[in-house]
């Protein structure tokens, strides 16, 4: 039982390229959801999805774009990369929506 | 939306029950007390929650005041290892979860 896997755990991105975040998880949640984490601060809710083929904005959703194709995998996107987007990208699910399961994280440098 | 308020650090001796405190004087009705914490730079880890009445798990023990506008986690004996960010959060829907800065909890030989 692997939990939350995301991939990959490193990326260096060069301004105006573009990537994918995978996010996959094996206990059947409903719900899937994508945060930020800059330096210092807590984390911040990107996108989020109730289920399979279902998507919505959360605090900051500018500059990314999200697909929940299949239950267990929620992709996050970066068309145009930029500095800003700089941060460590976390991955979460959750059965009802309270208690979220997180993934060990994805580290995101842009030049 | 700040909803919480929370001592930015805290030092506890290892062994020693560590307290932290956590103001939320604008919770709703319908608003549950979540506690988190983030060990290093690894993903949040769920402790435990509650609505109104004092919860208790393996990990922890939450105590939330009558009027609900404050509560404390306890970790009843401190090791190294729970050395983390521990992040108070209130909320009602999965999509209101606003992490905030925490509290830094530094356990000490």
């Known amino acids: 039982n692997a939990g939350v896997t995301q991939t990959p755990k490193f990326r260096v991105l060069k301004t105006g390229q573009s990537m994918t975040l995978l996010c996959a998880q094996d206990?059947?949640?409903?719900?899937m959801y994508w945060y930020r984490q800059d330096p210092g601060m807590g984390l911040r809710l990107i996108h989020y999805s109730v289920g399979e083929g279902t998507t919505a904005k959360g605090e900051v959703p500018d500059g990314y774009n999200v697909s929940r194709l299949k239950k267990q995998n929620f992709l996050l996107g970066l068309e145009s990369a930029a500095p800003s987007q700089t941060s460590v990208y976390f991955c979460?699910?959750?059965?009802?929506?309270?208690?979220?399961?997180f993934g060990a994280g994805t580290r995101l440098s842009v030049l | 939306d700040a909803k919480t308020t929370q001592p930015p650090s805290m030092d506890c001796a290892e062994g020693r029950a560590a307290n932290l405190p956590c103001n939320h004087s604008?919770?709703?009705?319908?608003?549950?007390v979540y506690w988190y914490r983030q060990i290093h730079s690894q993903g949040p880890q769920y402790i435990i929650h509650?609505?109104?009445n004092n919860e208790t798990n393996e990990m922890a023990s939450l105590i939330i005041t009558e009027d609900r506008k404050s509560s404390t986690l306890i970790l009843p004996h401190a090791t190294l290892r729970d050395t983390a960010v521990y992040y108070c959060?209130?909320?009602?829907?999965?999509?209101?979860?606003?992490f905030g800065s925490g509290t830094k909890l530094n356990v000490k030989p």
């Open positions: 979460a699910s959750s059965f009802g929506g309270n208690i979220q399961y």
């Open positions: 509650g609505l109104k």
């Open positions: 604008t919770i709703s009705g319908n608003e549950y």
């Open positions: 959060i209130v909320a009602n829907n999965f999509n209101k979860f606003y």
């Open positions: 206990m059947n949640h409903e719900y």
